[in-house]
């Protein structure tokens, strides 16, 4: 009687853990698409492409205050689609595939597209002149470079 328990109990947590990773596959997709329907967003997309970025580097390419760019990051990690990870006093992003194939497939035609446009080309420019120079900008003189330009 009492090993018959036991099984009930590992059996229903099976099925509880089961149902919680089809639950985190689940993408709000209101929110996934309102990701992408704001410009400085896309922009930051498509700066971070296939590379770890500082947020100071989004302010200095982006010509905008600290305080918006790290609103929309915060957007942008809700929906699912940027991850960050800090190291001291930065704060690095990169974009992250989302669980759902559906919503990945979307991602991945969507930072395509993006880095076919001539503007979103001209902000990658940017970023590799920055990240190439020499010296940094005074402001982000000791920020760490992204990896693909170090």
């Known amino acids: 009687m009492v090993q018959s328990r036991i099984y009930v109990k590992a059996y229903i947590r099976v099925v509880e853990l089961a149902t919680m990773k089809k639950q985190q596959k689940s993408v709000d997709k209101e929110t996934f698409f309102r ?5 400085t967003r896309l922009r930051l997309l498509n700066l971070m492409g296939q590379d770890e970025v500082c947020v100071c580097f989004f302010v200095e390419i982006l010509k905008t205050h600290q305080p918006k760019i790290s609103r929309h990051l ?8 940027v991850d960050a990870r800090r190291d001291g006093p930065w704060m690095h992003y990169r974009v992250v595939e989302p669980p759902d194939e559906e919503a990945a497939k979307v991602l991945r035609e969507t930072m395509n597209w993006l880095g076919s446009d001539p503007e979103m080309q ?3 420019d940017r970023l590799a002149k920055v990240c190439c120079s020499p010296q940094l900008p005074i402001r982000i003189k000791s920020a760490p470079r992204p990896r693909s330009y170090a």
């Open 35 to 39: 990701a992408f329907a704001d410009r």
């Open 74 to 81: 915060a957007y942008l990690r809700r929906a699912g689609i």
């Open 122 to 124: 001209r902000d990658r």
